[in-house]
């Protein structure tokens, strides 16, 4: 899987989860529940060869209306469980909404066929390289020059369409050091599959370093990378970036 | 069906429509008076679909009928409308 | 041309066309899986190159638009056409012709989208769900795609005239004492799955036709960067989630009728199925289709209330499983080959199902959407739940569509490896809940490909599964023990013999033989006609002689209509227009009620596109008042002039209720001159508009321009189309036709000339007074 096993959940990640996990077994315990039922009577009322056995007496109300009673109180309960998960998402609005009371970061993502483009505070555009700083809250505003994309860093459960004419916005807050994928996950075009970036998180004081260095804006290297070069570590007008290669 | 009625729907939409002429006239572009000229419209449909078309003479399950479609533009255009942030 | 082909062209039999769908369906399905073998193929492994990334992406495109729309809706609609009439005592469909035009509309349309591939550029790639900008003739150049989409709205077309046609034919043609509550279960859910179609194609048809307009003629719906994106996703997912209930509902209505029979019981909680289906699963399907769209952008608000009733959609099918599920306690089971199926179903729809509701939070669908997570989903109910129903009846009517029985051994080993097959292909995806659907390829680092090359794996021994399937076929045709009458032992009326006449008869349709008593060869002659035209609209951007073919389809629809006319001046097809006096359509005739029928779905048609224009005004920041533009005076001159053709038409339809002929014709030309007079008036306004005007406005100019021209011309175009039935009926009135007993036509003609005066007046304020 892209997600890497982290010391510490980003926040993200960990609302996505614990979210997941409500669904992943409600929904395993009902699928269980109602197949096993299924399949038990599937085999147990089999037609044996050679038995016959008499036909079973069905009261008037078994056929057309049957049981209703008896299934609206099944559906009392799966109705419940439903309404619980629901629950659990509304109160999960925190992973699309950014956190009040804090000052974020304000990054702007530019997506076009087939790189991601970030525009730092300061104005500087890097092509593919998104750097930020450990624990601090990051809120990008995600937009596109050509088609829709689709804005994606998988390891912290977060993404968010790039559209063209408005600004998307997203929210995380990265808790470990090291490098993540970015991909775009809305097809874009033959170039769609190449269309990656990385994350890379800095302690503050490397990422105070590195920023304070960004220069001002000068020619991206190579232009439009229509054929895929995005997905290299850019070696682009931002210096000290020091994390390694994508993951 | 009576001549009457033909003639009354005619003069029904006649009207509306000059109506909605001046009405613009006095006001173009107010967001209420293109609601109200909305408003005017409509009339002059659901007037013309009843009387003319005889839609009113038909049974209920086909009143039915022609309502679903007309319900579901309008769910159609409200949630087009509202897609967007109001502090966008 | 020989006997046997010319009665297969030109039949008109319901149960000769319900053939023709189930041979068609398949074919287009062994197309589709082809496209899936070689996509599973390049996936198979990290960095593969089997197939280069341009046709990559057509593949993956025309896999999706072909199963779902031309395999697997047309397979639930043969079963519709062959079985409904027998189910409910009817000879045969409402509209004999019409239905024969549905298939030939499908099926040509089906070739155009196939023949996409062979021309320069290739086919679309845009993916199944055509998103824009990608899908514009800026990011996706060539004939090609844009002949696909005339492709689909043929079968836009066709899907919705079969709706009009079966829907008339269940509420109108049931036989006396066949009341509702009589009706099996399969027709019933034909009726609902029609339901769902009825509004959703529309809502296609007007996004695709605004599509054509922006990548033929230059409009700029989608392409302009005031929320054109999501004018499309709006549209097309309005239709896209209804369709899946289309393609799911069939299937249900089969497993509603194998369970009982091979229970030895009756379906449990039958009224309550219709019930929850009818009542909630109907209307609600048209009210969760935003669930597609949760990241794009759109408001916290509707992603919460587009959420909240998703998981409201879900407690029917819950009631629906239920029922089914209850009918195997006190049951005595035979696992014969349909149950086997039915039952397979109904457990990939279980996990297909559970799936779904993942995705109705739109919190998780933030992880979800875009990766094959949904691919996963969305294969487990479409062919999981749906095929594996539908093959389920195709087993269960064998002997009814043939006569003979299927190999029985044949049959198990299909089911089998299918089934076990089915879950190694799909199951891994879902652990794919971080892979990007519609990827060329993938890197090695991401350790997908081990699930990818089982996914793969599967494939190739799922779609070789099938294989066994066509063998049975075959073989059951020509080798098959001949069968009982009624070899499950089932209580509804298809499988009694010889009740009503030629259309009862356990004889099945010989193969190879169509039996229909009336042909026309209108319908295919008006397919092709519709077809040439299409191509010749798709190349006409990029070769010259594209306006030769375009023009060709016209001579080619003008001959076919006159030819029309005159079979009907000659009374061949004549249809007799009583009033059937079933609840709820007491009082109306047949004919008429298809009109209303057909004018539902033309309001939504009109709806959608105004609700487009609409929209875009609002998202524009800046758009021009109409003043600057538009003659008001001419406006409020082509009011009148259309309203009072509406009042010599109604005035037309009153002489002959009192059988008064010459007034008759009178007042069609007076109306036709009326109508003249408008189209006349708008010529004058666009020569304006095009020659006079500095600077010219046209549709190229922008939004407004875009808005105008379009919304202007269908309606014209509608006009025009009233004034060609109007010749139509002067034409008849010469031959005879007409008196004060029968004047439906002229009636019906009234119906639709008044609809087209009521559009006029919502456009009339909408573009010449805001």
């Known amino acids: 899987m892209l997600t890497s096993p982290l010391d510490v959940q980003p926040p993200t990640d960990t609302i996505w989860y614990g979210l997941f996990h409500y669904y992943l ?12 039922f299924m399949v038990y009577h599937a085999v147990r009322n089999r037609e044996k060869k050679g038995e016959t056995r008499p036909a079973p007496k069905f009261e008037k109300r078994e056929g057309e209306w049957g049981n209703w009673k008896g299934t609206m109180m099944i559906l009392l309960v799966t109705g419940s469980v439903l309404a619980f998960v629901e629950f659990q998402t509304f109160a999960s609005t925190g992973l699309v909404v950014p956190p009040r009371g804090v000052d974020p970061i304000h990054i702007e993502v530019i997506g076009r066929q087939w790189d991601w483009i970030f525009v730092y505070p300061n104005g500087v555009q890097v092509i593919g390289n998104l750097t930020v700083p450990e624990g601090e809250d990051v809120l990008l505003n ?98 000290a970036t020091s994390s390694a290669g994508s993951e | 069906m009576k001549k009457t009625t033909i003639v009354g729907v005619w003069f029904v939409v006649v009207l509306s429509a000059l109506a909605e002429t001046i009405l613009y006239y006095l006001s173009p572009d107010a967001s209420v008076t293109e609601g109200v000229i909305g408003v005017i419209a409509a009339g002059a449909a659901t007037t013309t679909v009843a009387f003319s078309m005889g839609l009113k003479d038909e049974e209920g399950a086909v009143h039915y009928m022609v309502l679903v479609p007309v319900l579901l533009v309008a769910v159609l255009i409200i949630t087009m409308l509202f897609a967007y942030p109001v502090n966008f | 041309m020989s006997g046997w082909l010319r009665g297969w062209l030109t039949t008109t ?119 824009e900008p990608l899908s514009g003739s800026q990011y996706l150049t060539g004939p090609g795609p844009t002949l696909a989409f005339a492709g689909l709205i043929m079968l836009g077309v066709s899907i919705t005239v079969s709706s009009v046609n079966i829907l008339v034919t269940v509420g109108y043609m049931r036989a006396p004492g066949i009341t509702w ?67 799911l509902l069939p299937a249900f209505g089969m497993i509603a009728e194998i369970l ?100 109705s939070s739109f919190v998780l669908d933030v992880v979800f959407r875009g990766t094959y997570f949904v691919v996963a989903h969305l294969h487990y109910v479409m062919v999981g739940a749906a095929i594996f129903g539908l093959f389920g009846g195709l087993y269960y009517y064998l002997p009814k569509l043939t006569g003979r029985m299927y190999h029985e051994g044949l049959a198990k080993l299909h089911f089998a490896v299918s089934f076990i097959s089915f879950n190694i292909l799909y199951f891994p995806m879902f652990f794919l809940y971080e892979m990007p659907r519609r990827i060329y390829t993938y890197q090695a680092f991401s350790d997908w490909g081990l ?93 010259a002689w594209g306006w030769l073919l375009l023009g060709l389809g016209f001579v080619l629809l003008g001959y076919t209509a006159v030819g029309w006319a005159r079979d009907d001046a000659n009374g061949v097809f004549h249809i007799a227009d009583e009033v059937s006096e079933t609840w709820p359509f007491n009082r109306i005739t047949k004919v008429r009620l298809g009109m209303w029928v057909f004018i539902a779905t033309e309001v939504f048609i009109f709806g959608a596109i105004l609700s487009t224009d609409i929209f875009i005004r609002v998202s524009t920041s800046s758009w021009p008042s109409s003043v600057g533009i538009q003659d008001i005076p001419l406006g409020l001159w ?68 875009s808005t105008y021209f379009f919304s202007v011309g269908l309606h014209s175009g509608h006009v025009l189309a009233g004034m060609a039935i109007i010749s139509y009926l002067l034409y008849r009135v010469k031959r005879g036709a007409y008196s004060k007993e029968s004047y439906s036509g002229v009636q019906n003609f009234v119906l639709f000339w008044l609809f087209v005066d009521v559009v006029w007046l919502f456009i009339f304020p909408l573009f010449y007074l805001a």
């Not at chain 1, 077994?25 to 096993?36: H, K, M, Q, S």
């Not at chain 1, 390891?155 to 600004?167: E, I, N, R, Y």
């Not at chain 3, 010989?510 to 092709?528: D, F, K, M, N, T």
């Not at chain 3, 002489?655 to 189209?679: E, H, N, P, Q, Y």
């Open chain 3, 451 to 543: 699930l990818n090359s089982i996914a793969t794996v599967g494939a190739f021994i799922f779609a070789g599964a099938q294989i066994l399937l066509v063998i049975n076929l075959v073989y059951t045709v020509w080798w098959g023990r001949i069968s009982l009458t009624n070899p499950w032992g089932a209580t509804t009326l298809e499988w009694v013999p010889n009740i009503m006449g030629a259309s009862q008869s356990h004889e099945p349709t010989h193969i190879g033989e169509a039996h229909s008593e009336l042909q026309s060869s209108r319908p295919v002659e008006l397919s092709v006609a519709i077809g040439v035209g299409f191509l010749g609209v798709a190349l006409l951007t990029y070769y």
């Open chain 3, 181 to 247: 509550r009589k009706v099996p279960m399969l027709s019933w859910f034909i009726v609902f799955m029609l339901l769902q179609a009825l509004f959703a194609f529309p809502s296609l048809l007007a996004a695709l036709l605004l599509l054509e307009s922006d990548r033929v003629l230059g409009t700029f719906f989608f392409a302009s960067s005031s929320g054109g994106y999501i004018l499309w996703d709006d549209l097309f997912w309005f239709f896209g989630h209804p369709e899946v209930y289309v393609v």
């Open chain 3, 638 to 705: 082509e009011t009148v002039v259309l309203v009072t053709s509406g009042v010599t038409a109604l005035l037309a339809l009153e002489s002959i209720k009192s059988g008064d002929r010459r007034g008759l014709v009178r007042w069609l030309l007076a109306t036709m001159a009326l109508g003249a007079v408008f189209i006349a008036i708008n010529a004058y306004e666009w020569y304006n508009f095009f020659f006079v005007r500095v600077p010219s406005f046209t549709w190229a100019t922008g939004l407004p321009g």
């Open chain 1, 25 to 36: 077994f409600l929904g395993f315990a009902a699928g269980t529940i109602v197949l096993t």
């Open chain 1, 142 to 239: 995600v937009t596109s020059l050509d088609v829709v994309h689709s804005f994606d860093i998988p390891t912290l459960s977060v993404a968010k369409d790039a559209v063209p004419g408005h600004f998307n916005a997203l929210w995380f807050n990265a808790t470990e050091l090291g490098s993540y994928l970015i991909i775009c996950k809305e097809f874009c075009g033959i170039g769609h599959y190449l269309m990656t970036g990385t994350l890379t998180v800095l302690t503050p004081s490397a990422y105070n370093q590195w920023y304070s260095s960004l220069q001002a804006p000068n020619n991206s290297g190579g232009g439009g990378n229509d054929t895929g070069t995005a997905g290299e570590v850019s070696s682009s007008n931002s210096s």
């Open chain 3, 260 to 359: 009982p029979v091979f229970s030895n019981r009756p379906l449990s909680e039958r009224n309550l199925i219709l019930l929850a289906t009818g009542a909630l699963v109907v209307p609600l399907s048209y009210l969760v289709w935003e669930h597609h769209m949760f990241i794009t952008g759109i408001d916290l608000t509707e992603d919460e209330a587009f959420s909240l009733s998703t998981l409201l959609i879900s407690i029917p099918f819950d009631i629906i499983i239920l029922s089914f599920l209850k009918t195997l306690t006190k049951a005595t089971i035979r696992l014969s080959i349909p149950m086997l199926f039915a039952l397979g179903s109904i457990v990939l729809f279980i996990i297909g199902g559970i799936s779904g509701v993942f995705l």
């Open chain 3, 13 to 131: 039999n319901h149960k000769d066309i319900g053939i023709l769908y189930f041979v068609g369906s398949l074919f287009f399905g062994v197309v589709g899986a082809v496209l899936a073998i070689l996509m599973r193929v390049q996936l198979f492994s990290p960095n593969n190159n089997f197939l280069s990334p341009a046709a990559y992406d057509q593949a993956l495109t025309l896999h999706g638009l072909i199963m779902i729309l031309w395999f697997l809706s047309p397979l639930g609609l043969a079963f519709g056409n062959y079985f409904v009439p027998l189910q409910i005592g009817a000879k045969d469909m409402a509209f004999p012709r019409l239905n024969a035009l549905s298939f030939w509309i499908y099926l040509v349309g089906g070739f155009l989208a196939i023949l996409g591939f062979f021309l320069p550029g290739g086919n679309a790639s845009s993916g199944w769900t055509v998103y």
